[in-house]
């Protein structure tokens, strides 16, 4: 008896428990859009206990007929998407370790594309990230054992281990000569998911960057704004957010559009048909945004991002996204075994859906640094004293009084526990630079407007 469990809704993690194991076909079957009919169904039951008793008993090795249904049913779930799949007792189990638990990991969030398994996103402040795993990384090898015709549940496994234990992932990487090898220690998962910063040449504009969606990013994301209640701007950072929790996308979005369907999923069952819609309270239709993406975008930042541009309430800009825009459940099978099905799809407001597409940005700028030039003799108001008292030194032999000049491009580290964005920084980052750009002009249009 197959009951369905109280739903565990969530758009990504997309390395949480997906499968793609390719057991195959067992014969040639009929391709047909339409339902089976009775007789249809009872020929593929009896053609499956015919093969069985087959293998059962003319295969080289000898078999267990629970491990032959157990192998069957993750073949059949993913061959239907490389997102469902059939969980036996440790999986399942794994599973409630993985929601509930602290366990030693990478920080990486990977997923199935054109058949190999890829980096969506290094989570921020994580040991993959550290080490310089990048979004759109194609995982060729884990440690020594090849990933081709391995599954993504699989995969998790081996990257899991003991914090402080190491691993050696072998990528192949765009533009990259050959793969590259990276070792990764292994830590204890610990995710800040909202940082809010200052930019240190535009005072009155806020920078946001929310890494997941956990449980907590809309509460953060108010208490972000509440403290900067004079930005006159905002720019929301989504690049290299996997996804996470449905109810916190909506929220999100909810902040900042007072009516309409935010996001809609929609499936064969009437069950899964359902709106999630926008409400007035608390509503800032007012403030400027830019939201910032890339390839490493998933899911639930798709939702927010894609939907903030349906309602004509953000400019976004960046990379196309991943392109993640289904829904699973969990369905528990007796006590200890479940299935993980894909049971809708996402669409946005527009109703267009995410599901392969992802979301194209308005304006596409792609990752990289914009050069900047300074002419040395070329000094501002601030510098001009400093300038002056240092040219003295160097005509006073006697002058016992210095001068610490302090530039402020290099004042502020890339720490993300810094509050404030250098101008440096901001020149290192061609998406963010053109995004606030973009949010200037913006805020002299709002400011036209009133």
Wanted: hydrophobic letters at 35%; zero cysteines; a positive charge.
């Amino acid at each position: 008896m197959i009951k369905k469990s109280k739903k565990i809704i969530a758009t990504g993690l997309i390395s949480t428990l997906t499968a793609a194991y390719l057991l195959g076909g067992f014969a040639q079957a009929k391709s047909t859009t339409s339902q089976s009919t009775a007789k249809d169904k009872l020929e593929a039951y009896i053609k499956f206990t015919q093969i069985l008793n087959v293998i059962e008993k003319e295969y080289v090795d000898e078999t267990n007929t629970t491990d032959l249904i157990d192998k069957a049913l993750k073949g059949l779930l993913s061959n239907l998407d490389s997102h469902s799949t059939f969980m036996n007792t440790k999986e399942y189990k794994d599973l409630t370790v993985q929601t509930k638990g602290e366990f030693g990991g990478l920080g990486i969030s990977v997923g199935m594309k054109d058949g190999a398994l890829t980096v969506i996103a290094p989570l921020e402040g994580t040991p993959a990230m550290k080490a310089g795993i990048k979004a759109g990384d194609i995982i060729l090898k884990i440690d020594d054992k090849a990933t081709i015709g391995m599954t993504i549940d699989e995969s998790v496994k081996l990257m899991r281990g003991k914090p402080k234990t190491d691993i050696v992932l072998t990528v192949v990487r765009k533009n990259a000569p050959k793969p590259i090898t990276i070792k990764i220690t292994r830590d204890i998962i610990k995710i800040q998911s909202v940082y809010a910063k200052n930019f240190e040449t535009e005072k009155d504009l806020l920078y946001v960057h929310v890494t997941s969606f956990d449980q907590k990013v809309v509460e953060d994301m108010k208490k972000a704004i509440k403290e900067h209640n004079d930005t006159k701007g905002l720019i929301l950072d989504l690049r290299n957010n996997p996804g996470g929790l449905l109810d916190q996308a909506v929220g999100l979005v909810d902040m900042f559009v007072k009516e309409g369907v935010i996001v809609s999923q929609k499936g064969r069952s009437k069950l899964e048909n359902v709106e999630y819609k926008a409400t007035p309270e608390n509503t800032d239709t007012q403030t400027p945004m830019v939201v910032l993406v890339n390839g490493g975008s998933a899911s639930a930042s798709e939702i927010v991002s894609g939907a903030l541009q349906d309602f004509n309430r953000s400019i976004v800009v960046g990379e196309k996204t991943f392109g993640k825009g289904s829904v699973q459940v969990v369905m528990p099978i007796g006590e200890d075994e479940a299935l993980k099905l894909t049971v809708a799809r996402y669409y946005l407001p527009s109703g267009r859906t995410i599901q392969a597409k992802g979301v194209t940005p308005d304006i596409i700028v792609h990752h990289g640094e914009i050069p900047k030039k300074e002419d040395p003799l070329f000094l501002k108001e601030a510098d001009l004293k400093k300038h002056l008292e240092e040219e003295l030194e160097k005509i006073d032999a006697n002058a016992t009084k210095k001068s610490i000049r302090v530039d402020s491009n290099t004042t502020i580290s890339e720490d993300d526990n810094k509050t404030i964005i250098s101008e440096k920084l901001l020149y290192k980052d061609a998406q963010l630079k053109i995004g606030v750009d973009i949010l200037k002009a913006l805020v002299i249009t709002n400011k036209g407007k009133k």
